[in-house]
């Protein structure tokens, strides 16, 4: 199977600690990188994944707090000091190259690569990005200033040919990519070959779904039904159930409820406390109600699907 | 003898590597925290450290490259999030304001605290700060940009009262004080005790040099003349002499070279460049010429003097 990795940089959350870095993700589909937030500290962590810098085309950040974006002046400094010169996307909520803008052009004398921001809206489910193997869209989420999810995931792929089949029917070669692509075969006496008898179907789609910073929303469990692996942000236990609301963040139970009500495969949860020193309760909380729930760790790797 | 310590948050240069974080350091005197230089992930190895972000009223800043500055929208961001109400101030070379302000106040919904930012001239020893104990002056040094070391030294203490002598002589309670700054006592009778015969000099006042990023500058040697420790930059090794010159860096013979002429007490080197997976060729090169020379490395404390 393709890769389909989750590479965790940081899984802390604002107040720095001893054990955790702030939000930064990266998914890394068949060689190809997309980061997920870019707090301090991203390219330190990114480096240490031994993930090769120039394969990141792609950045999305979920919301304009400092925890979720303040690494990006220096990745992006980094990135030209190396000589890039492939275009950087940066995928946000409004206002980001307002900030960003100004820092790049003072820190850098010149630039050796464009960086380009796209701006998407935060209230509807919005397809952030396309190419040939993946979609990016939004997922709305509710935190104190505007805020998106993502959700990743793997286009179908093209069949598989049986070649005991195929050369049964003496395919010629030519032929290959449109039965791959779905299309039955008919022989030189005329005689139609189903598609089905000459090839397995795809593996299924995967699909990741990263939910942070937010309230508990149950809404977004629509849109999240099935995926192989959600990480949602599990900042407080229940014991701090009251400030989780009045922060907009989440308790792990409530993870876990979402994670229960979209029945995914896997959860793992993050953008913990501060205040936990260790957070085998958050665990605890979680797995009593999702069982297959893990806790984010720093340079964990996880196989989507 | 009072706290005076070094400790080392980020000794790497502007690439990350695995190993080392950028620049960044803090200075404990007496308890009191002085910032130099703030890369990305100051604030998270500066709560490693274990001192106490509270401790912290001052940061001085070398020059504005990113790799020495990047961590002040995080750690200005989480010392708000503490709560904090004292000022802090930020020493620099012209032009930080400009750029940090409108992070912070758009990242910040409201300040806790007041930001005051003090720039230097980079051409002229400058004293930059002052208190009872202590002062910081600039060490104007040769960079791509503007750019100042600084000097910390401490100021004389007071005299130590020989107590078996103020016993001797019925000096009163109230005397004391104008003993230890180094009168003379005189009897009821009208004898003159002198000073030195009541108190033992104190501790010779002890001094830090911090120099990076800059070139090869033998005439900052007269400054930092027999300073307890000098941190200077040793961003390459003889085999890189050329690229050293070209980029305004220091080689780790040229620092030894300038530890030796200022008859310095201990060298530590650092702002290594990420092409060195292992520095001991910088090192091996430096006590070459001047033995007492250490290896920077992060989370490490020095006692100076």
């Known amino acids: 199977m393709e890769k389909f990795d989750l590479h965790i940089l940081g899984c802390g959350s604002a107040l720095p600690t001893t054990r955790h870095f702030p939000t930064s993700q990266i998914i890394n589909l068949r060689d190809k990188l997309y980061m997920i937030d870019c707090g301090e500290g991203a390219q330190l962590q990114f480096r240490k994944s031994r993930l090769k810098f120039s394969r990141l085309n792609h950045i999305f950040i ?21 000589g890039r010169t492939a275009e950087l996307h940066i995928h946000s909520p409004q206002g980001l190259e307002a900030q960003m803008a100004p820092i790049l052009s003072f820190f850098n004398r010149e630039m050796t690569f464009r960086v380009i921001f796209h701006e998407f809206n935060t209230h509807t489910p919005t397809l952030a990005y396309e190419d040939r193997s993946l979609t990016v869209t939004t997922i709305p989420l509710r935190h104190r200033i505007p805020c998106c999810g993502f959700l990743f995931a793997e286009k179908p792929g093209l069949s598989h040919i049986i070649r005991d089949m195929v050369d049964f029917y003496q395919v010629p070669i030519y032929e290959l990519n449109r039965i791959k692509n779905g299309s039955d075969y008919t022989t030189p006496d005329g005689e139609i070959i189903p598609n089905a008898r000459l090839t397995r179907p795809a593996a299924p789609p995967r ?19 099935g995926v192989d692996l959600l990480f949602h942000e599990a900042t407080f236990a229940d014991d701090a159930h009251a400030r989780a609301r009045e922060t907009f963040h989440t308790t792990a139970s409530q993870a876990a409820e979402i994670a229960r009500a ?4 896997q959860l793992v949860i993050g953008h913990f406390s501060a205040r936990y020193d260790d957070e085998t309760i958050l665990l605890n909380e979680a797995t009593a109600i999702f069982p297959n729930t893990v806790l984010g760790r720093e340079n964990q790797c996880f196989s989507i699907g």
Chains 1, 2 share one sequence.
């Open 262 to 265: 979209a029945q995914v495969k």
């Open 62 to 82: 979920s919301h304009l707090h400092g925890d979720h974006c303040f690494g990006l002046p220096g990745l992006i400094s980094t990135l030209n000091l190396l």
């Open 207 to 225: 699909r990741y779904a990263y939910c942070s910073d937010t309230c508990y929303k149950p809404d977004i469990v629509k849109q999240i039904r």
